[in-house]
């Protein structure tokens, strides 16, 4: 940015010269050139500084909207990862879930089987309620 900024500085100032004098060169098939007017000091600086801010304002601008659609980009790729990691922790969440119920119902049969039936019974409802989502 550091070096960013001569270098446009200076390209809206050359552009502001060169605006000065296309409008010179446009003026005299117009046979609007005026050789006093064309080529007074105060006119000429006048006129070039007009330009000059002009281009100044629509660099400011140009810039600033483009700043603001690479943040909107970075935010939106942010969003994307970040949603990406959440859909990884619910895939690795689910097998874990699934295996300690397992295991818990396994532990279960050995103590007392008409528990673990019903055990069993609620998960498959529960696994069932979640599929359906």
């Given at each position: 940015?550091t070096?960013?900024?001569?270098k446009?500085?200076?390209?809206?100032?050359?552009?502001g010269?060169?605006?000065?004098?296309?409008r010179?060169?446009?003026?005299?098939?117009?046979?609007l050139?005026?050789?006093?007017?064309?080529?007074?000091?105060?006119n000429?600086?006048?006129l070039?500084?007009y330009?000059?801010?002009?281009?100044?304002?629509?660099?400011?601008?140009?810039?600033?909207y483009?700043?603001?659609?690479?943040?909107?980009?970075?935010?939106?790729?942010?969003?994307s990862v970040?949603?990406?990691?959440?859909?990884?922790?619910?895939?690795?969440?689910?097998?874990?879930?699934?295996?300690?119920?397992?295991?818990?119902?396994?532990?279960?049969?050995?103590?007392?089987?008409?528990?673990?039936?019903?055990?069993?019974?609620?998960?498959v409802q529960?696994?069932?309620e979640?599929a359906?989502?």
């Open positions: 940015m070096r960013l900024i001569p446009v500085l200076l390209s809206v100032f050359g552009l010269v060169l605006m000065y004098f296309l010179l060169i446009i003026s005299i098939p117009l046979a050139f005026n050789t006093e007017v064309a080529f007074d000091v105060q000429m600086f006048g070039t500084f330009y000059i801010i002009i281009f100044f304002l629509w660099s400011v601008l140009y810039f600033i483009n700043y603001f659609e690479r943040y909107n980009k970075s935010l939106k790729l942010e969003a970040k949603e990406i990691e959440l859909q990884n922790l619910k895939s690795q969440l689910n097998p874990h879930f699934i295996f300690n119920a397992l295991n818990s119902i396994r532990a279960l049969i050995d103590e007392n089987p008409h528990k673990s039936k019903m055990a069993v019974k609620s998960a529960h696994f069932e979640y359906g989502k």
